[in-house]
Each structure stands twice: as structure tokens, then as C-alpha cells.
């Protein structure tokens, strides 16, 4: 689904990533934790295509996006890949509903079409009343439902997440790490999130550890592994089948 090989990236003399592969499956929820600074944010948008690494290289369903020029970058991250950040990034003009859409109407897609999508995203998320609301006239943990449904709206392959529950109290907190997984568990969403909540992070199928620019743990809770079914290289089992 999405394979990392060899990334570095530098910014002027800091080299922020320092050779990190990695390899993600359909399904998964992984998340990413690490100290400040470490270079989780920078890593997150190397797999959104939001940056490009210096060395290495980057395929998302089999597409070798670093060959991708400007706008067939552009339009394979509309399609393939969808963002939650930590402050939504909702545009404060427009409705909840017309925010979902967006995507989907860049993405050529009718009006009509695209609305009756949205509207069952939307109910979906609990937010059937909201839809004609701004931004400014939802909760934090409604925005961040709306960001959700916006980064669905194009069936991506991964959903990344940026520390989407860095601004929410704890109950909205909650609701949405299980938001996640209900989504992975319905729908075989997959996602790669950058947390610094403990409690998200142990509930994650795999907790990719960075530090220094490098991988330093990779720890899987949701399942005893044996070494025979793991590749050492990678970490990965080499069956999905058995994934919770
Ligand atoms: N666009 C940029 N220009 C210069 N330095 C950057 C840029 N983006 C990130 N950095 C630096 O790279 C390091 C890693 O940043 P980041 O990936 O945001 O870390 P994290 O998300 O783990 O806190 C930090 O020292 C940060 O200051
Ligand atoms: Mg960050």
C-alpha cells in the first residue's frame, strides 16, 4: 500500500530523516510517535507527497510517486491520500458540508453526487445536524469529525494524521482515536498517525518509533509474533490475513 525506502531529508545542515523505510499495509492503524523535533511531521508529509525527500523513494498503490510530476502529484494525492491535521484546516467560508465536498468536486466529480456522498459521511460521523454550519460554529471534536469526512470523501487509500487529537479534551479525544478504529474496522481504512497520546498509540496495530532522524523501535501490540511470520527487515508480517 505505501512503501518507504531509504529516506533522508535535510533542511540547510540539520538532516532531519536519515534512511527510513518502511512499509505500510492495508488496514493498519500505525502510528508514529518520537520527542519534538524529531521529524515525525516531516516523514508524514514525505508520505503525503506534501515534501520530497532528498534520497529514496516513495510508492503509494504500487506508483513510484517520486517520478510524479506537479500535477499528476497533485492529482494522485486528491485521489489516493487523505489529511487530518492537528488544527483541521477547515476553510472558515464555508459550510461543514461544502468543506467535505471540496475534494471531491477537484477531483471532477458531479455536485449531486458528491453531496449525497457527503451527507452520508457526515451522518455517519454524527453530524447530520451540523452540515450548514461553519467552522466557527463547531466544537473542536466536530471540526475534527468534518476533517475526517473531508479526507474520506475520495475513498483514499491512507488517511495521514498530523497529531489530530493535539488540540481536543479528552472525551473528544476518545471519540476520535475510536473514531479510527471503527473506520478501520467497517471499512478497512488504513491510517498512519503522529501522536503524542500515549493511550492512542498502544492501541495501534504497529508504534513506529523515531529519534534522531532514524527508526528506533518498532513495537506491534495487537498480536504475539513469532519471528517465523515476521520478516526481520521489515518488521512486516509476511501474511495480512491475521491482522485484528
Ligand atoms: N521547512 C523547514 N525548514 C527548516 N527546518 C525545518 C522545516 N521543517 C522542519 N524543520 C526542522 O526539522 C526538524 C524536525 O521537524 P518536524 O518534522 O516538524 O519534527 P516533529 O514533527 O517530530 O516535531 C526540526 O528541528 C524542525 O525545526
Ligand atoms: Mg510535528
Do not use: W
Amino acid at each position: 500500500m505505501i512503501q518507504l525506502q531509504n529516506i533522508t531529508k535535510s533542511f540547510g545542515t540539520l538532516q532531519v530523516l536519515k534512511g527510513i523505510d518502511l512499509h505500510i499495509d492495508k488496514g493498519e492503524v500505525v502510528s508514529i510517535v518520537g520527542p519534538s523535533g524529531a521529524g515525525k511531521t516531516t516523514l508524514l508529509q514525505i508520505m503525503g507527497t506534501l515534501d520530497t525527500p532528498d534520497t529514496g523513494s516513495i510508492c503509494v498503490d504500487g506508483v513510484d510517486v517520486t517520478r510524479l510530476k506537479d500535477k499528476e502529484l497533485a492529482r494522485f494525492r486528491n485521489q489516493h491520500l487523505g489529511f487530518v491535521f492537528q488544527f483541521h484546516q477547515l476553510l472558515p467560508e464555508f459550510t461543514a458540508l461544502e468543506n467535505v465536498c471540496i475534494p471531491a468536486l477537484i477531483a471532477g466529480k458531479s455536485k449531486k453526487q458528491t453531496e449525497v456522498r457527503a451527507k452520508e459521511l457526515l451522518d455517519y460521523l454524527n453530524l447530520s445536524d451540523r452540515i450548514q454550519h461553519k467552522p466557527s460554529e463547531l466544537s473542536g471534536g466536530e471540526k475534527q469529525r468534518v476533517a475526517v469526512a473531508r479526507a474520506l470523501i475520495n475513498n483514499p487509500s491512507i488517511i495521514l494524521a498530523d497529531e489530530p487529537s493535539g488540540s481536543l479534551d479528552s472525551k473528544h479525544k476518545e471519540e476520535l482515536h475510536q473514531l479510527f478504529f471503527d473506520l478501520r474496522d467497517k471499512f478497512g481504512q488504513t491510517f498512519v498517525i503522529v501522536t503524542h497520546d500515549e493511550t492512542l498509540s498502544q492501541l495501534t496495530d504497529r508504534t513506529i518509533h523515531i529519534k534522531d532522524g532514524l527508526i528506533e523501535e518498532v513495537i506491534e501490540v495487537n498480536e504475539v509474533k513469532t519471528q517465523s511470520n515476521v520478516n526481520t527487515t521489515t518488521g512486516q508480517e509476511e501474511s495480512t490475513e491475521s491482522l485484528a
